[in-house]
């Protein structure tokens, strides 16, 4: 199977998010960025977390990059993450993960807003970047970064992106 980053639709901004834990539990972070429909990075962020495991780091990748979507005053969201068994965990309000029922939560409150917001699943091959800036926050000391232009080391990954290039899915 062939993977790729594909860009939004029309009239929409493309949030890609990814959590990161070097352990599983262990020192943890997050990541995501919003694109345009050239696939221009107009917003990022990374965080650490602290000590987590991957399904924490994911949920909370969602939440910080829907928060960030809003502040940057987007109303038309779509939001990729590579980890089903967060989205799973969103669509069943954490039923049977109560440790992340305040999270679901948070999650929940922003789709709530007035904005047009979907969040779904993207092959992990199709979501490099946002896996760059999540190994990026486990590795910081900073609980919140936000970028508005790319770390230089993200470049090449940007462009690949928006280029299309097809990842082989193995």
Not at 60 to 87: F, N, P, T
Request: proline letters at 4%; a negative charge.
């Amino acid at each position: 199977m062939l993977v790729r980053w594909v860009p939004p639709s029309e009239g929409a901004i493309k949030l890609n998010v990814d959590g990161s834990s070097r352990g599983n539990p262990g020192r943890a972070g997050c990541g995501g960025l919003l694109r345009d429909q050239d696939g221009n990075c107009v917003a990022g962020f990374l965080s650490y977390i602290g000590f987590a495991g991957s399904v924490e780091a994911e949920l909370m990748a969602i939440r910080h990059g829907l928060w960030l979507a809003w502040q940057s005053g987007y109303r038309k969201v779509e939001c990729e993450s590579d980890c089903m068994v967060a989205l799973k965990i969103i669509h069943d309000n954490a039923e049977g993960f109560p440790e992340f029922e305040h999270i679901v939560e948070e999650i929940h409150q922003f789709m709530l807003l007035e904005w047009d917001v979907t969040v779904y699943h993207i092959m992990r091959e199709g979501n490099s970047c946002a896996d760059f800036l999540a190994k990026m926050g486990s590795s910081s000391n900073s609980t919140f970064s936000l970028m508005m232009n790319p770390p230089p080391e993200l470049t090449a990954l940007l462009l690949a992106d928006s280029k299309g290039v097809l990842y082989s899915r193995v």
